[in-house]
């Protein structure tokens, strides 16, 4: 009988010392209640990085938006568009020291504005995969200028082209377009626009030939 009660004891202090140890479903501290931990999704530092620096929502694998808008500040910001299709959100390229400015070819939707303002070292803009910009497609200020190759690009909200002093020809597509003002440039003809439909049209440059 003794030897009985000894056991039970210990099997009881060893049930009570468990219960403690043990992770409860709630604990009440102060009034609030704490409730059991949810497994974590843990993300890569790479993951982690790239979401951080290029402020990207993506959905599923092929649509990029960034209510912010996407600032440019080299090629190597344009190549993380890569996995895009479309993306959402003004693209704005503004890097001082680029010398070419290439939208990866994946890229065939730009909801928003497509600037490229102000750099006096670019010498090409090329977007080989482009078709529609439903913003303004801006290229201000491009004092090297001499290269604008987007042959898939059919359709823009509106065309900005100004201060472009050495550009000279155009590799375009477009057919419909909003506003239009084109300006300060060496361009002889309008190639690469045959415009079934737009807005606003205005024109500054001399020009041998309209189309």
Do not use: W
Request: net charge neutral.
């Amino acid at each position: 009988m003794f030897t009985s009660s000894i056991v039970l004891g210990l099997l009881a202090v060893s049930s009570l010392v468990q219960g403690m140890n043990s992770p409860s479903r709630q604990e009440a501290t102060g009034g609030d209640v704490q409730l059991a931990r949810l497994p974590l999704r843990l993300l890569s530092s790479s993951e982690i990085v790239a979401n951080h620096r290029r402020g990207v929502a993506q959905t599923g694998n092929s649509t990029c938006s960034n209510t912010a808008g996407f600032q440019i500040g080299s090629q190597s910001d344009l190549d993380a568009l890569s996995t895009c299709t479309n993306v959402t959100g003004n693209v704005i390229v503004s890097g001082p020291s680029m010398t070419s400015v290439t939208v990866p070819p994946s890229v065939t939707l730009i909801t928003g504005d497509f600037r490229v303002d102000q750099i006096s070292s670019v010498v090409s803009v090329t977007a080989s995969g482009l078709k529609s910009i439903t913003g303004t497609f801006e290229l201000l200020n491009l004092t090297a200028l001499q290269t604008l190759t987007a042959p898939s690009l059919t359709s823009v909200g509106g065309i900005n082209f100004v201060i472009l002093p050495l550009l000279q020809s155009m590799s375009l597509g477009i057919t419909q377009a909003g506003n239009v003002r084109i300006s300060d440039t060496q361009l002889s003809a309008l190639t690469g626009l045959s415009l079934t439909t737009v807005g606003d049209f205005g024109v500054g440059t001399s020009l041998t030939s309209l189309f």
